[in-house]
């Protein structure tokens, strides 16, 4: 036991303490630290679109025909980046025949690749 009042300790407090400390330091020298965890794998994209998203780099673009995209379109690939969420996002070009271009988010989630709610105008 320490005395508070004059800061001196036993010889058990001190060999109690040491092989504490020691079993620290000769535990890490041996590899005994926790593994850290393995990121949780993202699910298979659901639609053709996010699958062609999910594959592809920031410049890549292809046709797909997607019925949640209303059919035929190209998808332009135009960014990835880490959101805030530490989530991996794309940012892309939706185009469709004879309609006007759409700039939109897709990220990769636990549940595999989503579309955001919001679309960039």
Do not use: F, N
């Amino acid at each position: 036991m320490c005395d508070p009042q004059t800061m001196k300790c036993g010889t058990t407090t001190l060999c109690v303490a040491a092989a504490l400390l020691l079993a620290g330091c000769i535990g890490d020298r041996l590899g005994a630290r926790p593994e850290a965890q393995a990121p949780t794998p993202v699910a298979a994209p659901a639609t053709p679109g996010l699958a062609m998203v999910a594959g592809a780099a920031a410049g890549e673009s292809a046709r797909v025909h997607d019925p949640d995209l209303g059919g035929p379109a190209w998808i332009d690939v135009l960014s990835i980046y880490s959101a805030a969420s530490g989530r991996t996002c794309k940012q892309v070009q939706l185009r469709r025949d004879g309609g006007a271009p759409l700039t939109r988010v897709a990220c990769a989630g636990a549940g595999g690749w989503y579309w955001t709610p919001a679309s960039i105008t």
